[in-house]
């Protein structure tokens, strides 16, 4: 079945440590997001690729890093500067950008702790 | 600035009870596309439905319903005949046609809690 899939479910990172997020998707979609929430918050966009090695921040990406070496990948770097990183990360792909190339379809989410 | 506002934090309908979540938005854009997301306990989001600025007729999708009016910026969701299943938070969302950025802009959310 085609989707998206985000690894680990749930991860706890100490302070000072990076951890990385994976998201996979295997739907030959070309935009690939990463979102933050926060409880009452809604989504907030960290990074975007529209294309294979290209990336572009979003609203909140400091503290963040990501690579787009394949199509299908989009790996999301928590660094040890993200002051703030317990929230729960949302890894989502589209066709493409602008109007209903847009829909985006969503991985099952990461719910980070810092311990 | 693009902005999506959902006033309504939260929302109780009885079950079998039509219900309709409020979304306006903000865009000097033309040409952009509004959607709708549930968002179950369990995390995930899903796509509900999808209504572009220059779609004449409101669009449906089963029980859901967009009631799109463009002079008054909104796009409110209306759910008809509420199941418990409904239960969920659900999230407006937009983004524009032709422009670099091409993301989901979200409001905050309304949270629907359906009454058996």
């Known amino acids: 079945d085609g989707g998206i899939t985000q690894s680990p479910k749930y991860l706890f990172r100490k302070e000072g440590q990076n951890v990385t997020l994976s998201c996979e998707q295997n739907l030959n979609h070309d935009a690939m997001y990463w979102y933050r929430q926060d409880p009452g918050q809604g989504l907030r966009l960290i990074y975007y690729s529209q294309i294979v090695n290209d990336f572009q921040k979003g609203d909140i990406a400091e503290g963040y890093s990501v690579s787009r070496e394949k199509k299908e990948s989009f790996p999301l770097t928590v660094t040890s500067a993200q002051k703030n990183p317990t929230a729960f990360y949302l890894c989502?792909?589209?066709?493409?950008?602008?109007?209903?190339?847009?829909?985006?379809?969503f991985g099952q989410g990461t719910r980070l702790t810092v311990v | 600035a693009q902005k999506i506002t959902q006033t309504q934090p939260g929302m109780f309908v009885q079950e079998k009870e039509a219900v309709t979540l409020d979304c306006t938005y903000d865009t000097s854009d033309q040409s952009y596309g509004l959607f709708w997301y549930k968002q179950p306990s369990s995390g995930e989001m899903i796509f509900l439905i999808y209504q572009g600025s220059y779609d004449e007729q409101n669009a449906t999708e089963g029980r859901y319903s967009l009631n799109f009016q463009k002079a008054r910026k909104s796009a409110n969701l209306v759910i008809s005949a509420s199941q418990l299943g409904d239960s969920a938070m659900y999230f407006c969302?937009?983004?524009?046609?032709?422009?670099?950025?091409?993301?989901?802009?979200f409001g905050k959310g309304t949270k629907l809690s359906v009454k058996p």
């Open positions: 989502a792909s589209s066709i493409g950008s602008g109007g209903r190339n847009t829909e985006a379809f």
């Open positions: 969302a937009m983004s524009l046609y032709g422009g670099s950025q091409g993301n989901l802009i």
